[in-house]
């Protein structure tokens, strides 16, 4: 049980588009879904808190009109990637979770921006 | 924000040896956790350490808790090749480890030489 899917999984686009991320919970309803960015050989930063049915908490330092987080259902939050540049190229990790005490990780995306 | 930190950056040892990782915080916390994470892929949960406890084993891995210090050490005995990957802790201010987004420190990459 538990499971967290990311789609797509490895997306390229070109420099001025935009990509849009998906996260669902599979087999439970995720009240809290987290978005995170992961840099090349570098640590996850948290982006944003979502939770269904209101707006996006994001972290300082994050676009919140660059990074629109929809987090429409308990089992999906979806996280659009908008005017992307190269310096958006990274390992963008979801997070869900139906209780306090755990929180599940997708797959993650890779996202290319050339 | 980022405020772990692991060290080593870099773990090479031989198989069957063990492991070790530390990491240190610089906020209070209400619990902490490690993850390991294998290149490319997304997060394994491994275990959950609460602020008041001190020492909690899964398996082959033990992990230690000083508050008082502000940080952990997870240890992995008789390593195996498929231990290979990165490790990173994360914490947590409320007092679940679900609802709030995660602190992650920077990593240990771990390598077992077969």
């Known amino acids: 049980g538990a499971v967290v899917s990311q789609h797509p999984s490895r997306v390229i686009c070109k420099s001025g588009t935009s990509v849009k991320i998906e996260c669902r919970s599979l087999?439970?309803?995720?009240?809290?879904m987290f978005w995170y960015r992961q840099f090349p050989k570098q640590s996850l930063m948290l982006m944003a808190t979502?939770?269904?049915?209101?707006?996006?908490?994001?972290e300082q330092g994050v676009e919140k009109d660059k990074f629109l987080i929809n987090h429409a259902s308990l089992t999906l939050s979806t996280l659009t990637v908008t005017s992307a540049h190269p310096e958006d190229s990274s390992f963008y990790i979801c997070?869900?979770?139906?209780?306090?005490?755990?929180?599940?990780f997708g797959p993650g995306t890779r996202l290319t921006v050339t | 924000s980022q405020q772990g930190e692991e060290d080593p950056q870099a773990l090479s040892i031989q198989e069957g040896e063990n492991a070790t990782m530390n990491c240190s915080y610089k906020?209070?916390?209400?619990?902490l956790q490690w993850y390991r994470q294998n290149s490319g892929r997304g997060l394994v949960h491994l275990i959950l350490?609460?602020?008041?406890?001190r020492e909690k084993h899964s398996g082959r891995l033990r992990v230690t808790l000083d508050t008082s210090k502000k940080s952990s050490s997870l240890l992995i005995t008789a390593s195996r090749a498929a231990d290979t990957a990165s490790y990173f802790c994360?914490?947590?201010?409320?007092?679940?480890?679900?609802?709030?987004?995660?602190?992650f420190g920077k990593g240990t990459h771990l390598i077992i030489q077969p």
């Open positions: 087999d439970f309803q995720a009240t809290t």
């Open positions: 906020t209070s916390i209400n619990n």
């Open positions: 994360a914490t947590s201010t409320y007092s679940g480890g679900g609802a709030d987004g995660l602190t």
């Open positions: 997070s869900a979770s139906d209780t306090v005490y755990e929180q599940y």
């Open positions: 350490i609460r602020s008041n406890e």
């Open positions: 979502s939770n269904e049915g209101s707006k996006a908490t994001y």
